[in-house]
């Protein structure tokens, strides 16, 4: 088995085509227009949101996450919580720790933002999303 090095670090420039091409495959019902006007917003915005990528080298992401900062969150005790918006790691790099790695990168964004709490959601019938969550010690509030 081959052992691949993967870089977590901040979204650059060069990553914005594998950034959608990831995106594409998370939100599949959102069109490629929609996603490129989301991803403007998040790049405007780039005070209260964070886009973090794994790269696998050659221009490749083996995955992305994207958090912000909410003013406020549903069973959070505080103000500006830092929140998961959504996380991929593409299936053939996944249980190599990539989702974790990913999530601790937004997580001490957040904490340098000053959030002293994490949130996220995932869908109800989305069990692999849920027990991802679950293994990060994230745990069902509603």
Partial sequence: MISI???????SESDLSEWLRLRLLLWDEISEDGHKSEMVDIIEHSDTQLVAVADAGGGKLAGFLEASIR??????ETEDVGYLEGWFVE?????????????????????????????SDAEIDNLVSQRAHSELGYSETS
């Avoid at 090095?5 to 979204?11: A, D, G, K, N, V």
């Fill in 91 to 119: 299936e053939e790099h996944r249980r190599l720790g990539i989702g974790r790695r990913l999530v601790a990168f937004a997580e001490e964004w957040a904490r340098r933002k000053g959030c002293s709490e994490m949130a």
């Fill in 71 to 76: 003013s406020h969150v549903e069973d959070c």
């Fill in 5 to 11: 090095e993967f870089e977590i670090r901040p979204l």
